[in-house]
């Protein structure tokens, strides 16, 4: 079954950095990707999905990038703020299946 | 505004007894699923449906059942909790289209002592 590696487990930056978070899978039939986010004590927010066809994709604040030769996903938060800190999720879904994998989760801390 | 409501939001259980975990959504969806939290494991998959009245395993069943009696209902029971079952849970709810996202309840702490 699909595998899917999330790093680092524990991520800690100083204010204004830039933060990279990054996930590998293995089956080749996954198509949808998605990073969430969770504060402390809160559940999990959206905070973009990814289609296989898009290589690149900017939000607020962050980009995701897919690599689906190597197959990795990854998350850089640009100039990272206090606010930022919380733990980050992806998930990945094949084609044809509804279920998300995930990952075990990056916890990250931004130091004001 | 669709959204997946979780109940208890947090519950003490005794070792051997029976616990129900409740979640309701609003957002018409089809599918719904139950997740463990544990730190270092990230979350896994214990059971969803995609219609009323049926329920599928999903990674981590044994030990856990689940009931699906409407579309907006779907509750997950340990009939003989464990202290390995103490985690937090969350049930989420998606449409049936594999490019959508999951809606995420805001969990349930389980401690089971």
């Known amino acids: 079954g699909e595998q899917v590696e999330q790093r680092p487990p524990h991520l800690s930056v100083r204010e204004g950095d830039s933060a990279v978070i990054t996930c590998t899978y293995t089956?080749?039939?996954?198509?949808?990707f998605f990073w969430y986010k969770q504060e402390p004590g809160a559940s999990l927010q959206l905070l973009m999905k990814?289609?296989?066809?898009?290589e690149i994709n900017e939000g607020q604040g962050f980009t995701v990038l897919l690599n689906k030769k190597d197959k990795r996903l990854s998350l850089n938060l640009t100039a990272a703020h206090p606010g930022d800190s919380a733990a980050y999720f992806c998930?990945?879904?094949?084609?044809?299946?509804?279920?998300?994998?995930f990952g075990k989760g990056t916890s990250l801390t931004v130091i004001p | 505004e669709a959204a997946v409501t979780q109940s208890p939001r947090s519950k003490v259980a005794v070792t051997g007894g029976k616990v129900t975990l409740s979640c309701h959504q609003t957002?018409?969806?089809?599918?719904m699923y139950w997740y463990r939290q544990d730190t270092g494991h990230g979350l896994r998959l214990i059971h969803y449906?995609?219609?009323?009245?049926?329920?599928e395993k999903g990674d981590i069943p044994d030990g856990y059942k689940a009931s699906r009696p409407s579309q907006e209902n779907f509750s997950l029971i340990l009939e003989l909790a464990s202290l390995s079952q103490t985690a937090v849970y969350f049930c989420?709810?998606?449409?049936?289209?594999?490019?959508?996202?999951?809606?995420f309840g805001s969990g349930t702490r389980l401690l089971v002592i």
């Open positions: 989420a709810s998606s449409p049936d289209r594999v490019n959508s996202d999951y809606t």
């Open positions: 089956d080749p039939n996954s198509y949808y």
């Open positions: 990814v289609f296989s066809s898009t």
């Open positions: 998930a990945v879904r094949h084609t044809g299946y509804q279920n998300f994998y």
């Open positions: 957002n018409n969806h089809d599918y």
């Open positions: 449906s995609y219609v009323a009245d049926s329920t």
